[in-house]
């Protein structure tokens, strides 16, 4: 299993930007499909972005197409998510996961490893 880490959170007005990274151990990044997830209190974490093993081809809720990207670098083991435009409701943890299998899939359990989760708040 590969293992993840989270940072570039924090407090941010509505309307700025903030951009994620999520640092992978382990030699074999370049094998697993990388996802973004968040978490609201209250509420069942919900898939946001994901990008296939190249880089080639990316994925995006509804709710953040067009103000969030997704990226990696495989020679760095990163995956990064910057953060544009962003309203309250953007407000939640946000992890870092990595899914084995072929194929992109937008649930929880098709995920096989999850970092710790950073914090982001957008206030109004």
């Known amino acids: 299993q590969v293992q993840l880490v989270e940072s570039g959170g924090g407090l941010v007005q509505a309307g700025g930007s903030l951009r994620l990274s999520c640092l992978a151990s382990?030699?074999?990044?370049?094998?697993?499909?990388m996802g973004w997830f968040r978490q609201a209190p209250g509420k069942e974490r919900e898939f946001v972005a994901a990008i296939r093993r190249s880089g080639g081809s990316t994925y995006y809720a509804d709710s953040v197409k067009g103000r969030f990207t997704i990226s990696r670098d495989n020679a760095k083991n990163t995956v990064s998510l910057q953060m544009n435009s962003l309203k309250p409701e953007d407000t939640a943890v946000y992890y870092c996961?990595?899914?084995?299998?072929?194929?992109?899939?937008?649930?929880?359990?098709?995920?096989?490893?999850w970092g710790q989760g950073t914090q982001v708040t957008v206030s109004s």
């Open positions: 996961a990595s899914r084995a299998s072929i194929g992109v899939v937008t649930t929880t359990l098709g995920y096989d490893s």
């Open positions: 382990g030699r074999t990044f370049s094998s697993y499909t």
